[in-house]
C-alpha cells in the first residue's frame, strides 16, 4: 500500500531549524555543555498558588467528566473580569464574546477554520509566529506577507497593502507585544488597523500572548480601542504570564461572531480544556499579580546583563521593549543561519535564525532569557571570547 500524506503536508516549507536541530543534538552527544537561549519556554515553575489550586481541583469528581466545549462559565467570568481590570475592556459577555482554549495556539491554529475559505487573502506579518500563515495555506487560504521593518518599529505598514489586495484581505493578524523582535504597539496603531480593517472589512486576529511580560508601561490590548470589537478578536495565553507553558490555558476574548465562529470549530475538534486546568486558570488571573511582577523583575535583570554584554561585546542588539526575547543583527558578512551556526559550534550557544520566521527575519538572530542568570552571564563571557 502507498501511504502519502495530503497536498496541505506536503507543501509545508522544509523546517528551517533542522539544520540547528541536528548539531545540537550531534554536539550534546560529544558532551558540549550547551546555553538553550533558544527556545521560548520560561524555565521557572509555575507559582506555588496556581499549582495548589490545580492539586485540590484535580482531587474533585466534578472535574473528571468532559469539560464544556466553551470553557467553564467561572473561568469565562474570570476571563472577562481580567479584561476589565488590566485593560479596561468593560463589558465582556462571557457566554457569548469569551472562549476558553487548549493554550492560544489552538484557537490561533481553529480560527482560520472558521474564517477563512480557498482563495481568501490573510495578511499575515513577517517575520511572525509560524501558524498565522501555517493554517492559512491548510485553509486554502493566500498568505500576503506584512513586512515587519526595524526603521518602521517592526511595525506592518498598512497603506503599503494593494488596494485590490486589501479587497480580497478576509483577516489580518497582529502580534504585539511581537515575537521575535520584542516590539510593541501602541494604541495609535490600533486605532489605525481598525480604520483599515473597517475599511475593508477586514477580521483582526490579535495575538496578546505577551501583553504581562513588558519592561516599562504595560502594553494595551487591541481591544481598548474604539471600534474593535466590531473587527477584532484576541487570543490570549497563560502560558508566559504564569510559567504554564505545559498546561494548555489560554482563552480568546472579541466580537461575538468571531468568538462563537471560532466555538463552532472547536465543537467539532475538541472536547473542551481539563476543567481542574481551569480552576487553577482562575487562581492564577483572578488573583493579586505579584507573582508576575516577580517573573517580570527576573527577565528584566536577565535581559540588561545579556543586551549590556553583547552590546559592549561589539554587537548590534535592539533593545527589547517587551517578551523574553531580543534580536541581534547579524555580524556583517554573515546570513543568519551562519551566524546561528557559528554560535552553536563555537560558543555552544543555541540561537533561533530569525528567517525561520519568515524571510523578513533574515539579518537577525533571536535569543531568549529563558535560562538562569548564570547561564546568561557565562554567554555573554563565550560570545566575547568569540572572534567574528
Ligand atoms: C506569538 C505567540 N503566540 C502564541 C503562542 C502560543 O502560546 P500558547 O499556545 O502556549 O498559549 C506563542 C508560543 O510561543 C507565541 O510565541
Redesign the pocket.
Known sequence: MKIELAQRIRQLPPYLFADIDRKKAELRRQGKDLIDLGI?DPDQPTPGHIVAAMQSAAAEAKYHRYPSYEGMATFRQAAANFYAERFGVRGLDPEREVVALI????G?GHFPVAFVDPGDVVLVPDPG?PVYATWTRFMGGEVHSLRLERNNGFLPDLASVPPAVAERAKVLWI?YPN?PTAALATRDFYQSVVEFALQYNIIVAS?L??SEIYYDEPPPSFLEVPGARECGIE?H?L?KTYNM?GWRI?FAVGNAALVGGLGKVKTNVDSGAFEAVQAAAIAAISSPQDCVETIRRTYQERMEVLVTGLRTAGYDVIAPRATFYCLIANPTGYSSAEFAGRLLTEAGIVATPANGFGPGGEGYVRLTVCAPLPRIREAVERVRSLKI
Do not use: P
Request: glycine fraction near 18%; proline fraction near 0%; charged fraction near 20%.
Open positions: 521560548g493554550g492560544s495556539k489552538e490561533i509566529y502580534n515575537n495575538d500572548a505577551y487570543f495565553s502560558s507553558t489560554g
